[in-house]
């Protein structure tokens, strides 16, 4: 009787593994389709020779609010400010410029990010902004 107890715990303790790793696998579907919540803006890169485009309200939401008055300016001024972007894939720093054409905002000068992060067309990609860093850091989803 003992022996067939001990059976069925290691059943169960197979059957919640499995569950766990469903669980796992949905997450991971589910993040896949929707995105992560620690990304506040996510991008399909489209072409590795364009620049990055971002509408005027996720600027407006995650990066100006911490930009100093005068960045904050040139930017509706049209004139290009630098940014610094943190890729947590290379663990690499880029000062890009960000800079305000009617209607979006424009990352530009992103070749050399595209190519040493080894993203091809299609793949997603993460923002968010750092205030305390003052750094914008990208991510391959």
């Keep these: 009787m003992e022996s067939e107890e001990l059976v069925f715990l290691n059943h169960d303790d197979w059957q919640f593994e499995k569950l766990r790793e469903s669980a796992r696998t949905s997450d991971e579907i589910m993040e896949s389709m929707f995105g992560n919540d620690e990304w506040q803006i996510e991008r399909i890169v489209l072409s590795r020779k364009e620049e990055v485009i971002f509408l005027v309200e996720e600027v407006d939401t995650y990066i100006l609010p911490s930009l100093k ?22 663990r690499d720093y880029y000062k890009l410029k960000l800079n305000y054409e009617r209607p979006y905002y424009f990352l530009r000068n992103t070749s050399e990010l595209y190519k040493k992060k080894g993203v091809s067309d299609g793949q997603r990609i993460g923002f968010r902004y750092e205030e305390q860093f003052a750094t914008l850091v990208v991510k391959r989803l």
């Design 69 to 90: 008055r005068r960045e904050v300016g040139d930017l509706k001024e049209g004139k290009a400010i630098d940014i610094l972007v943190y890729d947590e894939d290379t």
